[in-house]
């Protein structure tokens, strides 16, 4: 089976994120990656001219982010390596990415991180992600799930521009075989 990493290097951004920059209306500013994996979302918004800082726990992420991102502004990428459940106030940015990531927070640390994306994101700022929904064949792993009357709670007092929610069978990032319930959500901070 192949590496998360390697089956995701040189990946087209998520559709989310596409859509999230389409809906922006200002010039590029400050974003932030959550869970930036080997930097298929960072990539594009650093295309798109935005500065972004791209978190995520696992240093071979972020090597392999550098390693793709030497072509663009110097100091337009900054990489933090630690896990975005760790307590630590995020960055005031004015766009944050979490494509496919916040399902890998643990539950008892969603909340918390939740109200720091909250507060890490500048006003009328957009938020791209995914979340799980609870047919999800990873539903059962301890990973945090939401269902629709959650996610609708989870996201008052935001302005959702879409709310998609799909289910369906297909294969993972490296080919397996997997039974997808997701929620796709940008929202602007009110």
Not at 17 to 23: C, E, G, T, Y
Not at 69 to 98: H, K, M, Q
Request: charged share 25%; with cysteine; aromatic share 10%.
């Amino acid at each position: 089976m192949r590496d998360f990493l390697e089956a995701t290097r040189g990946a087209p951004e998520h559709p989310t994120l596409r859509k999230a920059l389409n809906l922006w209306t200002q010039p590029p500013s400050q974003a932030l990656d959550l869970g930036c994996g080997a930097g298929r979302d960072s990539l594009a918004l650093l295309r798109s001219g935005w500065d972004v800082v791209a978190l995520d726990r696992d240093p071979r992420a972020l090597e392999a982010l550098r390693e793709q991102s030497d072509n663009y502004r110097s100091g337009a990428l900054i990489t933090i390596c630690r896990s975005f459940e760790d307590n630590v106030p995020l960055p005031a940015v004015d766009l944050i990415n979490a494509g496919f990531a916040l399902p890998f927070c643990r539950p008892d640390a969603f909340q918390d991180l939740w109200s720091r994306i909250t507060q890490s994101l500048r006003q009328q700022g957009l938020f791209s992600g995914h979340f799980f929904g609870p047919n999800d064949a990873w539903a059962d792993k301890g990973l945090s799930i939401l269902n629709r009357e959650q996610l609708m709670r989870q996201m008052d007092g935001w302005t959702l521009l879409e709310l998609n929610e799909f289910e369906y069978d297909g294969k993972t990032a490296v080919g397996s075989n997997k039974h997808w319930h997701l929620f796709e959500v940008i929202a602007r901070r009110d």
